[in-house]
Every structure is written in structure tokens, then in C-alpha cells.
């Protein structure tokens, strides 16, 4: 390398705050479950609470679907092209499955999943009732039924009689258990109410509903039929009609766009809607047009509207513990969701407390526990103080609400720092659980901890030992001690955790081999506040220097040098400990009149064994002295994890 004149460039270059937190947590639907269902499309859903088990039809498929409650497939029935309606047989031993490209209604038995009958009807069934042992099911714009109790199957079709039924348009059919005789079918429009009692269906009632609906449902004391789709003077609502002479009445408001209706036997009512951005399943009691609760599907696809529910797709349980949806995302995923308790309301509870308050002072922590309809005047709520002393949480005497759901409670709270109150609400038979919590910013003494050698400079690799010294405290006298190296490559590691001697020191060895900041922690205890200080320790390089070429080596007045012939170029290999992209600076300066002059540096790149070699021109000429060292500069040499460190100066002369 030929010796170049550059410029020398020389470089060393070495609180928490707390708010007030008030929460209200309305007791949350822990049971709820959601899983995939493997299916296209949804026709229909029935729930055997026997077996606890749900099937869904899926007419594109031409299969059946059999979960449990939580959704987890038991079992899928196929080679039933086109199935839509599902119904349960009073007993639920059967399943009732239509299958519209047969013409025919199978029979499943529910304890084995296996198919029993398979009976024609002679025309394309789609929804399906059981009223009274009988199957009923829709046929176009007609319905008939299916009687199986005798020796052989018997069918009758086109029972709707003079019901103003449009041709073109699907039949829908409801009924209820708890109502023996009664069947309700819909058709576009058009609403009837018959009597079933005896062989065939004799009309009882007949008149007009909203053409919006695609599903109708029976209430279990057989004075209403709801449907989908409510008369627009009502807005998007659930339809409400008198069996006894179909007059409207007043519906249930819902959020657009309603899509489906089923009454459970206690006689709650879950309504559905298409709703990307508003809750989809809605849950009314008898009579009452404000929700009891409802349920907002969450977004699994891939657009920014959430899941929806698909048209008709909500089963109730038959002990109203839960009503069953089929959502469907923007891929056409299906997933079945179980929405537990859904006739218990659900209550939020709101705490507020102090932002800050001192250790050992009384403070006060207000709420609120709110509801559709409040809990009695008097509801106990349970309640947990949580500190550094009780991280697992104290339990406080209860407080009771007033008349409006507030309450109030003091309390002395023996240990600083975060201190949580969380009330409890239990729920009750109508109501869900509820909690909230508020966070208090107690306050603590301040901590003495100090730690020595901050802003000291050591050679390469020298043990250092840092000690931490921990004033006064009151039960924790436990400190940590971290090295933190320069450089990404090198993470904050713990040294030790102890708690300090008799002295209040603990002590913690440190080989420098870059420049490393130390950290002391103390965690603080009930009384007195937590604290770290930090210390930065400076390391150097280790740096040498071995010159080859020379012929010899001699003094000049108290100097060494290396003398060398004057065409002979000198080589220098400086060795120095390597990191990624580091340089060493070789600079060179001649003697002249009795000064050292500077002749120039560069800088040189390290091997990955940290070495570098540098060869000077010879000069020609003799009787010329000059030296050189080698450093390294923090900066300049291409990182900053070391402290700027100079090398020994090498003298060196010319001769003949």
C-alpha cells in the first residue's frame, strides 16, 4: 500500500407519570363459541336438545350437517340433493329432513345419525313443521302433509285452500309445539292461520303481511305469529300479527336488514339482520320493544363490513340456554356461532377512582351498575383491592347499590404504587356477570440507590465490578444489576438479583470489553417507590503494532528505533479486536528541525481476525526519521461500541 497524505479526524462521544382509570366491563358471553361449518349454503337448522346436537341443511351440497353445541361436527349425511326444511319429532328421535330434488322427506334417526325412511310426496318439499305427529311441509305456492303413524305413509297436497297465495312465490310454514293443531303458512305477501287438528287444514284466519318477509315463526302461547319483515310504519322491525284474525301489531325494532325470526319455548324472541356495521342477532322479550341483548358478529373476511347472518339461519335451544346462528364472510366461510344466555341481560359496571391519593389516607371509590332493568336496591358487589402486598387481591367488605345502581366505599390502602379496586357483580336469573375496575396512583417514598463508575475509562477487557448501594426501604431490599454492551448485537443481560448485604451493597463484575451502561433496579416495595439508576463505563481497544523489514534496531537519545535501508519499504501489521466494519487509523508523522510533523493518515479495514498490514514507500533517501501509530477512533472507525484508544508510537530511520 502506498503511503497517502489525508486528514486526521479525532471523535469521543459517550420518569413515570399515573392517571385515573374507570372501566365498566359488561359481563361477557365467556361461553360463546364460534367453529367453521362445512357448507355452501344453509336451508335450514333444527336443535335436538336431547342429544345437544344441531343440523343444517345445505341444499347446494345435498347434505346434512350434525354438530354438537360448540359447533365440533359429530356427523354429515349426503346424497340429499336439494335439501332445505329440517324438522324435530316431538320425541327427538327423528330428524326430518325435505328433499326438494327427490320429491321426497327422509326420516334420520337421531341417536346413530342413520337415514330410516325415505317417503315421496309427490311434489318438491321445502319447509318443514311437525304438528301433532304430523309432518307439514311447503310444496311451491302450497303445502300439504305426511302421516306416518299407520301401516303405510299417507300424503295429501294442496291444503291451502282459498288463502290468496301468489303462484309464483315459495310457501313459508310455522308452528309450536306448545300450540297442538294450529299451523301458520306465508307466501309473499300473504299470511294464513288454519286448524290442523283433524285430518286436513281448515283456514281460520287470512290476511296480508310484509312482502320483505322470507321466514315466520308461532309464539308459544298461539297468539301471535311473528315474521321477518315487519310493515314499513314500524321501520325495519320484526312483524307482529293476531292468529286470531291476522291484525297487525305492534313489532320489535331491529337494525337493517331483517332476515329472520325464531321464538324460543319461554317465548323470547331472537330476530336477525343482514348488518355488516350493526349487531346481528337481537333478542327481545315477550311484549317488550327494547333488546335484552344483542350479538355483533365479528369480521373474519377480508372487506370492511363484518360477518352477517345468513337469511333464516338462528335455531334456539329448547331450554332457551342459547340461540344458534350461521354467520357467513366475504370469502363464504361459514362459521356456526352458539350465543349463550341470551335472555339475561347484560349489565355494565362502572368504577371511578382517584388518580393519585397518599399511602395510608382514606380515599373514596364511586360506580355504577346499570342495566335494562336495574338489579334490586341492595345488590351486594364484591370487592378486590389489589397491591405490591396482595398482587393476588385482598377481598374488601362488599357494597351495596342504591335504588339508581350507584354505589360509594372508602378505603385506607396500607401499600403504595398501583393499588386496583375491582367491584364484582355476580348476575342474578336475569342477568349476566359484570366487573370494572379503577386504578389508583399511591404514593410512596422516595428510594436512595446510587451505583459508582459512571463515566470511567478502562483498557480492553479489564474486570470491573459494579456495586449498587440501596438506602433505606421497607420490606424489599432485593436489587438487580444488567449490562447493557454497545451495540445491537449484543443484548441487556442480568447479572445478578439479590438482595443487598448488611451494608446495602451488591456487587456485580463487568469485563469491559466495549463500552457498556449498567443498570441497577430496585422494584420498589409497599412503602417505598421503585428506582433505577444507570452507570456508562468506557472501554478501550486493544491495539498493537509489529513493524517487519527492518535490519535492526537502535536508540536515538532514549528512543528505540528501526532502522531500515533507505529502499527498503517498511511494513506495519497492526492487530486489533475485530467487529463488524471497524478501521484502523494509521497515521504517520517525519521529524524535522527538532518537531514531529504530521504526514497524513488513512484509514485501513481489519481482517476478520482483526488484522491490518500497511506498507510504507521507501524514500530513497537517507537519514530521514519518522513514526507511526495506529488507533482507533470512535466514529470514525465505522462503529461506536469502543472509546477512541491510540496505539504506541513506532520510530523508525533511513540509511544507506
Do not use: C
Not at 245 to 264: F, H, K, Q, S, W
Request: hydrophobic share 35%; proline share 5%; charged share 20%.
Amino acid at each position: 500500500m502506498r503511503r497517502r497524505s489525508i486528514s486526521t479526524a479525532t471523535a469521543l462521544a459517550v420518569v413515570l407519570s399515573s392517571v385515573a382509570l374507570t372501566t365498566g366491563v359488561a359481563g361477557p358471553a365467556a361461553a360463546d363459541s364460534a367453529k367453521v361449518l362445512p357448507v355452501t349454503s344453509v336451508g335450514d337448522m333444527v336443535v335436538d336438545g336431547t342429544h345437544q346436537r344441531v343440523y343444517v341443511s345445505d341444499p347446494t351440497a345435498g347434505k346434512i350437517v350434525v354438530t354438537d353445541y360448540t359447533g365440533t361436527v359429530k356427523a354429515t349425511l349426503t346424497g340429499l340433493s336439494g335439501v332445505t326444511g329440517l324438522a324435530l319429532s316431538a320425541d327427538s328421535g327423528q330428524v326430518y329432513a325435505a328433499v326438494r330434488n327427490g320429491n321426497r322427506i327422509v326420516s334420520v334417526e337421531t341417536g346413530t345419525y342413520t337415514q330410516t325412511a325415505s317417503y315421496p310426496v309427490g311434489a318438491a318439499p321445502g319447509d318443514l313443521e311437525v304438528v301433532d305427529g304430523r309432518i307439514w311441509f311447503s310444496h311451491g305456492s302450497d303445502f300439504g302433509s305426511l302421516d306416518v303413524s299407520g301401516d303405510e305413509p299417507v300424503v295429501h297436497l294442496a291444503q291451502r285452500g282459498d288463502a290468496d297465495f301468489y303462484t309464483g312465490a315459495g310457501t313459508s310454514l310455522a308452528a309450536d309445539p306448545a300450540v297442538p293443531g294450529v299451523l301458520v303458512a306465508g307466501n309473499s305477501g300473504m299470511l294464513a292461520v288454519y286448524d290442523v287438528s283433524a285430518d286436513g287444514a281448515t283456514l281460520r284466519a287470512k290476511g296480508a303481511m310484509s312482502s320483505g318477509a322470507e321466514q315466520l315463526d308461532l309464539t308459544p302461547d298461539g297468539s301471535q305469529v311473528l315474521t321477518s319483515w315487519g310493515a314499513s310504519s314500524y321501520g325495519y322491525s320484526l312483524g307482529a300479527y293476531s292468529t286470531t284474525d291476522l291484525t297487525e301489531l305492534t313489532g320489535y325494532p331491529i337494525d337493517a336488514y331483517p332476515n329472520a325470526v325464531r321464538v324460543a319455548p319461554d317465548g323470547t324472541i331472537a330476530g336477525g339482520s343482514f348488518s355488516w356495521y350493526d349487531p346481528d342477532v337481537h333478542i327481545h322479550r315477550p311484549g317488550d320493544r327494547v333488546p335484552v341483548r344483542e350479538y355483533d358478529f365479528p369480521n373474519t373476511g377480508n372487506t370492511s363490513g363484518a360477518d352477517t347472518l345468513v337469511n333464516g339461519a338462528l335455531a334456539w335451544a329448547p331450554d332457551s340456554s342459547r340461540v344458534f346462528a350461521v354467520s357467513v364472510n366475504s370469502y363464504g366461510t361459514h362459521t356456526l356461532r352458539a350465543l349463550t344466555d341470551p335472555t339475561k341481560e347484560l349489565p355494565t359496571l362502572k368504577v371511578s377512582a382517584p388518580a393519585k391519593s397518599e399511602r395510608a389516607k382514606k380515599l373514596t371509590v364511586k360506580g355504577k351498575l346499570t342495566s335494562k332493568t336495574l338489579p334490586t336496591a341492595g345488590t351486594a358487589l364484591k370487592v378486590t383491592r389489589t397491591d405490591v402486598e396482595s398482587p393476588n387481591g385482598k377481598a374488601l367488605a362488599a357494597v351495596k347499590t342504591a335504588a339508581d345502581g350507584s354505589f360509594s366505599f372508602t378505603d385506607t390502602p396500607p401499600a403504595g404504587g398501583k393499588v386496583t379496586y375491582k367491584v364484582s357483580y355476580a348476575g342474578d336469573a336475569t342477568h349476566m356477570p359484570a366487573s370494572g375496575s379503577g386504578t389508583v396512583d399511591v404514593s410512596r417514598k422516595a428510594t436512595a440507590l446510587t451505583l459508582n463508575n459512571n463515566g470511567k475509562l478502562y483498557s480492553y477487557g479489564k474486570k470491573v465490578t459494579f456495586t449498587a448501594h440501596l438506602g433505606t426501604t421497607y420490606k424489599n431490599r432485593t436489587v438487580s444489576i444488567y449490562a447493557d454492551p454497545f451495540g445491537p448485537d449484543k443484548p441487556k443481560k442480568l447479572l445478578k438479583t439479590a438482595k443487598v448485604n448488611s451494608k446495602g451493597n451488591l456487587s456485580a463484575t463487568v469485563g469491559m470489553t466495549r463500552d457498556t451502561t449498567v443498570t441497577a433496579v430496585f422494584g420498589g416495595d409497599a412503602r417505598y417507590a421503585a428506582k433505577t439508576v444507570k452507570s456508562t463505563a468506557y472501554a478501550r481497544v486493544k491495539v498493537s503494532t509489529a513493524v517487519f523489514r527492518h535490519y535492526k534496531t537502535g536508540k536515538i537519545g532514549s528512543t528505540t528505533y528501526y532502522y531500515f535501508r533507505k529502499k527498503t519499504d517498511p511494513l506495519f501489521t497492526t492487530t486489533m479486536n475485530y467487529y463488524p466494519g471497524r478501521k484502523q487509523r494509521f497515521q504517520l508523522q517525519v521529524y524535522y528541525q527538532g518537531s514531529w510533523y504530521d504526514s497524513g493518515s488513512e484509514y485501513f479495514a481489519l481482517s476478520t481476525k482483526g488484522k491490518s498490514s500497511v506498507s510504507l514507500e521507501a524514500p530513497g533517501t537517507s537519514g530521514i526519521r519518522a513514526r507511526m501509530r495506529s488507533s482507533y477512533i470512535n466514529g470514525s472507525s465505522g462503529d461506536t461500541v469502543n472509546s477512541t484508544t491510540h496505539g504506541a508510537w513506532k520510530y523508525f530511520t533511513f540509511t544507506n
